[in-house]
């Protein structure tokens, strides 16, 4: 999906635009979808990354928090990774791996299942197995060779 | 008691109400370095699971599988041999493996020297329990299979108090 259809998603939800307003807004409109499409950068291109990248970092967070609640006692990432929050944050796709990254760096945690789901990889050294920091670091070293920005 | 801990048996025992009323203990902080499995294995260094990618921690030659069969294997691999129940014998120690009603393989239990039981609760605390079942419900279904083997030497049951 490009930028600008899911924008536009979010916008069209529940929204009621006029006639007047439309016709205001479409030269704007055109230069967003000219930028997110053609890859041009304008500044309402960046305005409307920054609110998306803002919005995922929010929706991350909170599904994490859920996350850590509702999950606290289960024992393993099955059932962990069966949890609607956690499902959704795969869902989210490569929009939360920057996020997830930036949260394994912070404090190693068991986002390993949602990586692999999400990039089809596995970085993880066969005598790092269960070692969640030593995991955390393979994770890490991936997105740097990979080329992601966190 | 300070508010964490506080806050810390409360949640316990709204997830484990069989706890409620008896004399358990909180013996570690919370940390998502190992689960229950590991803790009932003796290793606090790793978090065992028989992932389908390869990247948790799982007994070589054990099938990767989320059954009591293949948890059991892991066991059978330290030593233990199947047993009939969970009552303390000298010179033994006993595992339990636990799960829930469809039979998917939920939580392990380990016996202390004094037939107290040991349980890592998830990515939260460690405890000390009394009953076996008391960690048992709606979270971990039932203890299924059990374990033993001899003592190798005696297994610590000190308590934690956070400050």
Known sequence: MTGAVLLEDQLSVGTYVSPESREFGQPMWNLLQ????????????????IALEENAALYFKDLAKIIDEE?????????????????????????????????L?????????????????????????????????????????????? | MGEEVWDEVVKLELNFPRLTDTAYGITSEATPDYNCIAWAAGDDSRWWEPDPFFQYYWPE??????TVRAYAEAFLGLGFELCTDGAFEEGKEKVAIFAAPDGL??????????????SKL???????????EDVGGRIYGDPVLM?????????????????
């Open chain 1, 105 to 150: 760096e912070k404090r190693p945690s068991h986002w390993f299942w949602a990586l692999n789901e999400i990039t089809l990889e596995n970085p993880v050294l066969p005598e790092h197995r269960g070692n969640i920091t030593a995991m955390a670091q393979d994770w890490l070293e991936w997105g740097k060779r990979s080329g992601m920005k966190w």
């Open chain 2, 147 to 163: 374990l033993q083997r001899p003592t190798a030497e005696p297994s610590s049951s000190g308590n934690y108090a956070p400050s």
């Open chain 2, 61 to 66: 030659r054990v099938e990767r599988q989320y």
């Open chain 1, 34 to 49: 000219a930028g997110l499409n053609e890859g041009l950068s304008t500044s309402i291109t960046e305005a409307a990354n």
């Open chain 2, 105 to 118: 393989p939920t939580h392990a239990a380990r016996q202390l020297s004094d037939g107290t039981w040991t």
């Open chain 1, 71 to 103: 999950c606290a006692f289960l024992s393993t990432m099955h059932e962990i990774a069966a949890h609607p929050a956690y499902r959704e944050i795969v869902r989210m796709g490569y929009h939360a791996l920057p996020l997830i990254l930036r949260d």
């Open chain 2, 122 to 132: 998830g990515k939260s605390v460690d405890i000390r329990h009394v009953n076996l």
